[in-house]
Nanobody, 123 residues
Framework: QVQLVESGGGLVQAGGSLRLSCAAS????????MGWFRQTPGKEREFVAA???????DYADSVKGRFTISRDSAKNTVYLQMNSLKPGDTAVYYC?????????????????WGQGTQVTVSS
């Protein structure tokens, strides 16, 4: 059974940093792309970042230069380092595993999801 468990969310002031972690089990995750998405009430889930099987990364324009996605295959864990946080980054953040080696920006291409972790950035 595939399980993804996020941690590391919380409340931070604008300009601050947080690091989210996503611990995965039940699959050889090094063979699949992993992604981070976020969602606020009343809005669709939004792509944030992805990392493919080779370590290549992709970011939404809104977080490029501020967020960094990485993976530790030995620990089956994916991280999202978030720096220079803004109030607009406030959301529930979800990690997900893609169905293929390469990631994408489309939530429907990720069959497995974590439960989400809340990130709140105060002004």
């Amino acid at each position: 059974q595939v399980q993804l468990v996020e941690s590391g969310g919380g409340l931070v002031q604008a300009g601050g940093s947080l690091r989210l972690s996503c611990a995965a089990s039940g699959r050889t995750f090094s063979l699949y792309a992993m992604g981070w998405f976020r969602q606020t009430p009343g809005k669709e889930r939004e792509f944030v970042a992805a990392i493919d099987y080779s370590g290549s990364t992709d970011y939404a324009d809104s977080v490029k230069g501020r967020f960094t996605i990485s993976r530790d295959s030995a620990k089956n864990t994916v991280y999202l380092q978030m720096n220079s946080l803004k109030p607009g980054d406030t959301a529930v953040y979800y990690c997900a595993t893609h169905r293929y080696l390469l990631g994408s920006h489309y939530p429907h291409e990720y069959p497995y999801w974590g439960q989400g972790t809340q990130v709140t950035v105060s002004s």
